[in-house]
Nanobody
Framework: QVQLVESGGGLVQAGGSLRLSCAAS????????MGWFRQAPGKEREFVAA????????EYADSVKGQFTISRDNAKNTVYLQMNSLKPEDTAFYYC?????????????????WGHGTQVTVSS
């Protein structure tokens, strides 16, 4: 079993930055991927970014490319999402997820494990 715990959400003004963290505990092995998804009120959950653990290959949604950066700390088994130049439309509940073994990173159905999420609110 794998547990994922997100942190770092909060309230920020437009143009500000936040860094989300997701720590994975439990047994992880092989070439897995960790990703971030978000869900705004009344909208479907959408892919934000993901990283393959072994290779470090990353993918981003077009809507956040150049604005968000995903990274990992192997020693801490933690994935980060650095979010810059935040906009009100980035307001959502952000979820961390793990896909083991890694398959299609953009697809939410690929992921086996999910965190409880953290709220990000960007005020205008």
């Amino acid at each position: 079993q794998v547990q994922l715990v997100e942190s770092g959400g909060g309230l920020v003004q437009a143009g500000g930055s936040l860094r989300l963290s997701c720590a994975a505990s439990g047994r992880t092995f092989g070439n897995y991927a960790m990703g971030w998804f978000r869900q705004a009120p009344g909208k479907e959950r959408e892919f934000v970014a993901a990283i393959r653990w072994n290779s470090g290959n990353v993918e981003y949604a077009d809507s956040v490319k150049g604005q968000f950066t995903i990274s990992r700390d192997n020693a801490k088994n933690t994935v980060y999402l650095q979010m810059n130049s935040l906009k009100p439309e980035d307001t959502a509940f952000y979820y961390c997820a793990l896909d083991m073994p890694a398959t299609t990173m953009r697809r939410s159905t690929s992921y086996n494990y999910w965190g409880h999420g953290t709220q990000v609110t960007v005020s205008s």
